[in-house]
Each structure stands twice: as C-alpha cells, then as structure tokens.
C-alpha cells in the first residue's frame, strides 16, 4: 500500500503569512495513464473535507487563488500564499493513483 | 448543485451488522464511482472502499481493514449507495463519509457509527 507522510502535524501560522504543507508518498504516485493522482483537501472544524487541489496541481472550482498545488514522483506540496482566518483546519493529501486508496495523516493549521 | 445525504448510522453492539445509505443527487448517478470513507472521532481519514459504475462492471475495492466484513452495493434507480457492514468491532467506530467518483469530489456530511457493548 502506498504511505503517505505529512509533515508538518501542526502549522501555527500569522496572518498574511506562507504557509507550506508536504505530503511524500512511499512509492510514485505516477499512474498508468502517466498522470499522477495527488488530491489536497480542506476539512474545516466540525465540516466534511473539501477537496481543494485534484491531480497535484489543479484548483477546484471556487477555491481561492491562494491555494497552490505541486510536486512530482513522490514529493508533493500545499502552499496558501497568505493564511487568512477561514484557512483554519486539517488538511490531508490523498493519492487515488492505485488501489488501495490512502490519506496521509493530516496537518492542523491554526493562527498564533 | 451536487448532494449527499447518509443515513442509518447508531449504536451497535460488537459482533451485529448495520447497513448504511447515501442519497445523491444534482450530479449523473449512475455514471459515477463511489466511496465510502470513515473518519475515528478525533483522528485522520481513512478510504473504506469504492463502487465502480455499471458501465465499468460495478465492481468494488476495499481497504484491507473491511474486506470480508463491508460490502457496497448501488441502486442506480433510487440514486442509492449502501455499505453492508457485518461483523463490526469497536475499531469500525466512525462517522461514515460518502464521496463521489474515483477522484473523490464532493463528500456528504457523514453518519455516525458507534460500536460498543
């Protein structure tokens, strides 16, 4: 099974600051069909997820600007350009490229 | 607008079954995948497994930790996805999370399961 490892656990952030999550997979997360599989997503408290980021790179609809998404092979990366208050949460990196499924291990964003 | 309504969560004692519904709506059903996906209270996600469409045969995965015990099944004309949860142990406690297609898009917002003597 693929793991995924997050890091950091916990990103105490200021407002208006970076802020960058990393997500490193056991094995490349490259698929059959050459795309690489990596999903972000956003789970506010008390909320379902929210997928923010589909194939490593690819902004969902309605997802602000500031949420980036990149990496290849089996490095991969979140970045909010300027934490605002609502960014608040848990965020997981998932890969979808091969079965079984698997989450990483989520890192909780919180404002100093 | 895309919807997912789950159902059928409670109480139950270790060893009994519950079988769980998702409702969907705004979205072509029976085009898509599905997952179900659990979260423990207080702790991470974890992928339960996945329903393909009938146009890719229905066929299912599962996680590991499921198979043998969870099975999903779909209702293409009540636009209804099911987990048949046997077996269940204290470890299978969980808000149950529906979510569609293999890029899993959108999520409801969960069902409680909670299995204690």
């Known amino acids: 099974d693929v793991v995924l490892t997050q890091s950091p656990l916990s990103l105490p952030v200021t407002l208006g600051q970076p802020a960058s999550i990393s997500c490193r997979s056991s094995?490349?997360?490259?698929?059959?069909?050459?795309?690489?599989?990596l999903n972000w997503f956003q789970q506010r408290p008390g909320q379902s997820p929210r997928r923010l980021i589909y194939k490593v790179s690819n902004r969902d609809s309605g997802v602000p600007d500031r949420f980036s998404g990149s990496g290849s092979g089996t490095d991969f990366t979140l970045k909010i350009s300027r934490v605002e208050a609502e960014d608040v949460g848990v965020y997981f990196c998932m890969q979808v490229s091969q079965w079984p499924l698997t989450f990483g291990g989520g890192t909780k964003v919180e404002i100093k | 607008e895309v919807q997912l309504v789950e159902s059928g969560g409670g109480l139950v004692q270790p060893g009994r079954s519950l079988r769980l519904s998702c409702k969907a709506s705004?979205?072509?059903?029976?085009?898509?995948?599905m997952n179900w996906v659990r979260q423990p209270p207080g702790k991470g996600l974890e992928w339960v497994g996945f329903?393909?469409?009938?146009?890719?045969?229905?066929?299912?995965e599962y996680a590991a930790s499921v198979k043998g015990r969870f099975t999903i099944s779909r209702d293409d004309t009540e636009n209804i996805v099911s987990l048949q949860m046997d077996g269940l142990k204290a470890e299978d406690t969980a808000l149950y999370y529906c979510?569609?297609?293999?890029?899993?898009?959108?999520w409801g917002q969960g069902t409680l399961v909670t299995v204690s003597s």
């Open positions: 094995q490349s997360l490259v698929h059959s069909d050459g795309n690489m599989y």
């Open positions: 979510a569609t297609g293999v890029n899993v898009d959108y």
């Open positions: 329903i393909r469409s009938k146009a890719y045969g229905g066929t299912t």
């Open positions: 705004g979205f072509s059903f029976g085009d898509s995948g």
